[in-house]
């Protein structure tokens, strides 16, 4: 075996091919069968998704695997009832929408997914194949490896107030799950990029109060919602203030609102703002985790591919979407979804180099039609 990493003492078992696993109830401590599969996608995104699909159409099976609890990647996890405008020909689409329809879309190829789980190892092996390893014990010896992993195991960053944690899910939010339970609330939205000003126009108009704070009179998000946030602010509808989050206002265990420290010169300098529920958008972590110690050639945290297989430095390991990264690299849904079709056909080549490969259209191939389920 070369490039062990992380496997730390495991049992090499015999793999054997399963189709059904209890994956997120698998206890770290036992000892499992590797499950034998021609591709393994790391991560649940729509670029994996999309990558189960693209694989799929030539035939090839792949499990696939996620820490989070659900597939959909950082449209599900950051922005699930945000619009998406440009996926080609839906002039637009709800970012959980794309993947309901992605999942929709893969339905025919019966992809394992394996949710709640990281994967924390990685070994190439001498044969070519690669044994891969999750936190919960989950093995598999795979034929080829496509990392989707996005920005890694993202962490939003936290307000870091004292007794933050404990209103974490409750009243203090890293992200909007359900918009509609913040209507009619008394919010204090904080951050200056496009996530904290996009749910600040959302919400100002539902909310009983918003109030926007961000640490810098200019915004990272874009000028037109800054705008708009402006205008809103003009007609009296919300407040914005320059400050930084200075301690939470807590009364009976309740969170009652937060005290800003003005930034903007005026006086006295901390500031009480009566709040219900605190949104704080300060960005995410950009962790590559565990992925950042495989050994594999790295560029500014991102896998450096090639764009015709867009495999990483590693033949037989592959990087699709947010993770990779090439000379115009656009981290872009769409450019992911280009670079799963084209590392479909790189896996297909480097599983089967015997295999005579050909374009076919989805439009009138018998073959693909038969994997897609259509009926003739
Ligand atoms: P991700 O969506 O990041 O998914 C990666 C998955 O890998 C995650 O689920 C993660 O849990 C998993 N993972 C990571 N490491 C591991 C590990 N070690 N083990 C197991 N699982 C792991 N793009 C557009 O094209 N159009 C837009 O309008 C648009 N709007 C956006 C709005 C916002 C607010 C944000 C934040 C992004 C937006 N994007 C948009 C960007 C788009 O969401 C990303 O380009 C896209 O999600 C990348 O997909 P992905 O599959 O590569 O990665």
């Known amino acids: 075996m070369v490039g ?7 049992i090499h078992a015999a793999s054997v091919e399963v189709t059904v696993s209890s994956d997120v109830s698998a206890s770290p401590c036992v000892a499992q069968a590797a499950i034998r599969t021609e591709v393994l996608i790391i991560g649940a995104g729509p670029c994996g998704l999309f990558q189960v699909f693209e694989l799929g159409l030539l035939g ?10 659900r597939p959909g990647g950082q449209c599900t996890e950051l922005y699930p009832e945000k619009p998406i405008y440009d996926i080609p020909a839906l002039p637009v689409c709800g970012a959980q929408e794309l993947v309901e329809r992605l999942l929709e879309q893969i339905k025919p190829f019966k992809a394992q997914m394996h ?26 010896d795979a034929g080829a490896v496509v990392l989707a992993a996005g920005v890694g195991s993202f962490q939003p960053r936290r307000i870091g107030l004292e007794g933050a944690e404990a209103f974490e899910g409750s009243a203090i939010h890293y992200r909007v799950k359900d918009s509609a339970s913040l209507h009619g609330q008394q919010l204090v939205v904080f951050g ?3 996530s904290a000003l996009d749910w600040t126009l959302e919400l100002a108009p539902k909310a009983r109060s918003l109030t926007l704070v961000h640490r810098r009179h200019e915004f990272r998000a874009a000028p037109a919602s800054v705008a708009r946030m402006r205008d809103l602010v003009s007609a009296g509808r919300m407040r914005c203030f320059e400050a930084l989050p200075e ?3 807590v009364a009976d265990g309740e969170l009652r609102g937060v005290n800003i420290k003005l930034l903007d010169g005026t006086s006295p300098a ?11 958008f300060f960005g995410l972590h950009p962790k590559l985790g565990p992925i ?20 990483t430095s590693l033949p037989g390991v592959f990087a699709v979407g947010d993770i990779n990264t090439y000379p115009g690299k656009k981290k872009l849904i769409l450019s992911g ?16 180099p015997q295999k005579k490969q050909f374009l076919q259209y989805t439009t009138t191939s018998p073959i693909m039609h038969q994997r897609l389920g259509v009926p003739d």
């Open 247 to 249: 301690s939470l206002i």
């Open 292 to 311: 950042a110690e495989w050994g594999l050639e790295l560029e500014r945290k991102a896998l450096k591919v090639d764009t015709e297989k867009f495999q």
């Open 4 to 10: 062990l990493v992380g496997f730390r003492g495991l």
């Open 337 to 352: 979804f280009h670079e799963a079709a084209l590392a479909a056909f790189a896996i297909q080549h480097h599983l089967y």
């Open 270 to 280: 901390v500031h009480a703002l009566e709040a219900q529920k605190l949104l704080v």
């Open 60 to 69: 090839i099976g792949a499990h696939i695997v996620d820490s989070l609890a």
């Open 192 to 194: 200056g990029g496009d």
């Open 115 to 140: 949710l709640g789980q990281e994967v924390t190892a990685f070994a190439a092996r001498e044969d070519g194949r690669f044994d891969v390893q999750t936190v919960t014990g989950t093995r598999f």
